[in-house]
Nanobody, 123 residues
Framework: EVQLVESGGGLVQAGGSLRLSCAAS????????IGWFRQVPGKEREGVSC????????YYSDSVKGRFTISSDNAKNTVYLQMNSLKPEDTAVYYC????????????????WGQGTQVTVSS
């Protein structure tokens, strides 16, 4: 059974930090990129960052570049998203997903999705 399980969300003040984790199982981890997406009610899902599990290549959207860092522990089939200098506009449900690596982060191309974790940044 394919599973992607996010954890680490919560409530934090602006300027604070959170680290999200995405634990993957049930598929060949190295064959996929793992992407982090976020969604606010009434808005389209936004690709935030992704990492190729095979070679570690990373991508960040302009909205998080310099503040978020994605990393992967292939031995644990787990991807992390370190989020620093958080802003109220980072508030969203964050999802991890497995799919092909690509800077466009087209959510339609991602095969597997987690259930999401809420991140709330207060001002």
């Amino acid at each position: 059974e394919v599973q992607l399980v996010e954890s680490g969300g919560g409530l934090v003040q602006a300027g604070g930090s959170l680290r999200l984790s995405c634990a993957a199982s049930g598929f060949t981890f190295d064959d996929y990129a793992i992407g982090w997406f976020r969604q606010v009610p009434g808005k389209e899902r936004e690709g935030v960052s992704c990492i190729s599990s095979s070679d570690g290549t990373t991508y960040y959207s302009d909205s998080v570049k310099g503040r978020f860092t994605i990393s992967s522990d292939n031995a644990k089939n787990t991807v992390y998203l370190q989020m620093n200098s958080l802003k109220p506009e980072d508030t969203a449900v964050y999802y991890c997903a497995a799919g092909p690596y690509g800077r466009d982060m087209d959510s339609r191309l991602y095969d597997y999705w987690g259930q999401g974790t809420q991140v709330t940044v207060s001002s």
